[in-house]
């Protein structure tokens, strides 16, 4: 004898895909600025060897991305929960949404990071002042991954609001 | 002769299984790739540095890891589909799936990392002997998103069995 499911049956297929899109495409972004920042890091610290501990910081910026991913996939996990609340396709939607939006937000995030620190630690090499200038556009980019933490978090929110208890 | 249902939903262990095999398979590609890369970075700087060479074996290593990530995960997922002990229903096969995707793909993506890092890492540190911790660096914050994807492989598939009362 089984017990019925306490909601939509499919609804978790949605709900744990959004789990894991969070992780994924942040981790995807992360990954994208970690290796472009890091060779344009290489590149420049044969030269310049005593500028790489400044440099690594879009490769840390990078790493960021990482846990904001991180975050989102931990908060839609612990929302599918069927046994204390009915699961509804309502709530699979919600957090369908809310990972993508968290993982997809970080990967262009981390492209933007790669590609600004990649550029930013080379000309960082050949001339000092602009190193203000390039974490200045680097928090720009972090912060689009910021937004999708936020609509994520917010999406999220929804699940479980579908019906008066 | 009857034979007896299947407890719990039958198409579910498709999912299950396939999570288990993404785990690994993906997390293979990218420790595939960071090996490979790296490892024609370490061969092109051995020829004129050869005395650097173990040294330049970390990024190589590193990579290696990303499978045995992977493998753990698959392992959890495959001792976690257990109609016998206790039914398996769709739910536990969506969690299982999401499991091994989310650690697959973060691996694949922390490899891809590793192998462009280390291969640039590997032949700068060849020509400037002081580059050698900063590339650890930067090849260990890539490795922490394999990581992130072990974690959240671990809390998904810990969520199977979880849907209803026993």
New interface residues.
Partial sequence: M?????GD??A??F???G??AA??FS??G???G???S??G???M???R?EL??KS?VP??M??VL??Y??II??II?TG????AKSYYLFDGYAHLSSGLACGLAGLSAGMAIGIVGDAGVRANAQQPKLFVGMILILIFAEALALYGLIVGIILSSRAGQSRAD
């Fill in positions: 089984s017990s019925k499911f306490s049956e499919t978790p297929f709900g744990f895909l789990a894991a992780l994924v981790c995807m992360a990954a994208y970690t290796a472009k890091g060779v890091v290489a590149s610290g044969v030269m060897p790489v501990m690594i490769v840390v990078a790493g990482g846990i991913g991180l996939a931990v996990s599918i929960n069927p046994k």
